[in-house]
């Protein structure tokens, strides 16, 4: 019997495959929601920047005026020794911690929760950000990369500005064994040999012909042994140019 697939492996729930979190720095979350950001605001200085090998962006550790330490994500701008407002009657800064209700149309934000005092969900990959679209009543329209517009309580908070570490993947990585290292770092596997090029009973769409020699396309309720190629796929290939009716 030949090799199990990749997915396959990860769906087994081997030890290759689990992530390295006892190297993670923080667990990325807002502080617990109180009534001081409900009904006030707190002001916190910018100590450091951490690199967290548990996200792309950077970590900024920042001290609080009462005393909390907190690790939140850092936008494109911040400086150590910056300011960082957060609360419901807090000042603009960026990377300051606002409910949405403060968020102007247009502004951009990242890091949304989805329900309040969940954390934040949403928007935490390096140089992404969200938009504010419009309010109605208790909910406020926010506009996602993926062009996506979600109603949200208007409670939920948000970070101000854009994520830090945006264009990191246009750098060259020159080297195999740079990619080697920035996978370990998420304990990911690499390199990964293409179906093609390994045998038929490993792989389905393996053998000595060089080419897939079946359709790539998979159904939804594939079994994880052939769920493999272009999945649940509405079209593969080259579209078709589109000739107006004379």
């Known amino acids: 019997m030949g090799k199990l697939l990749k997915q396959q492996r990860r769906g087994k729930g081997s030890g290759a495959y689990r992530a390295p979190s006892h190297r993670y720095k923080a667990n990325l979350q807002y502080r617990k929601y109180d009534e001081v950001e409900k009904t006030s605001s707190l002001r916190g200085q910018i100590l450091e920047f951490i690199d967290d090998p548990a996200r792309g962006a950077l970590l900024m550790n920042v001290a609080l005026q009462n005393g909390e330490r907190l690790m939140l994500l850092a936008p494109e701008g911040a400086v150590i020794g910056g300011h960082v407002d957060l609360g419901v009657q807090a000042s603009y800064t960026l990377g300051g911690v606002y409910p949405l209700s403060r968020m102007p149309d247009g502004a951009t934000v990242y890091n949304i929760e989805m329900q309040p005092g969940d954390g934040g969900k949403l928007v935490r990959a390096p140089g992404s950000y969200a938009t504010v679209v419009s309010r109605e009543k208790d909910y406020v329209y926010v506009k ?3 062009r996506k517009v979600l109603s949200l309580p208007a409670t939920c908070r948000v970070q101000f500005g854009i994520v830090c570490g945006g264009g990191r993947l246009e750098m060259p990585l020159m080297k195999a064994g740079t990619n080697f290292y920035k996978k370990h770092a998420q304990n990911r596997r690499w390199p990964v040999n293409r179906g093609v090029k390994m045998c038929s009973y490993t792989h389905p769409f393996g053998g000595k012909q060089h080419h897939k020699g079946r359709s790539s396309t998979t ?12 999945i649940a ?12 009716a004379q």
């Open 233 to 244: 796929a509405r079209s593969t290939g080259r579209r078709k140019a589109r000739t107006d």
């Open 219 to 230: 159904s939804r309720g594939a079994p994880p042994g052939r769920k493999v190629g272009h």
């Open 144 to 146: 996602l990369p993926s």
